[in-house]
């Protein structure tokens, strides 16, 4: 969210993308909001399956 926000804040410092230095800091924040995201997908799935396994290990014990 923040670098989604560091984007749009250093876009508009950007006038059309003619200033050199707003223009790498859009870019930059763009980078930077791209790997955070994939962390974060990461970090959902691993979460997502321990949630699975947990239900399952769950299902397991109360039928028996």
């Known amino acids: 969210m923040f670098g989604l926000i560091g984007v749009f804040v250093s876009w508009f410092f950007t006038e059309g993308f003619t200033r050199l230095w707003p223009c790498v800091g859009t870019v930059a924040a763009m980078g930077?909001?791209?790997?955070?995201?994939?962390?974060a997908m990461r970090t959902l799935l691993a979460c997502m399956g321990l949630i699975v396994a947990g239900i399952v290990g769950l299902k397991l014990t109360s039928a028996a």
């Not at 930077?32 to 962390?39: D, K, N, Q, R, T």
């Open 32 to 39: 930077i909001s791209v790997l955070l995201l994939g962390l």
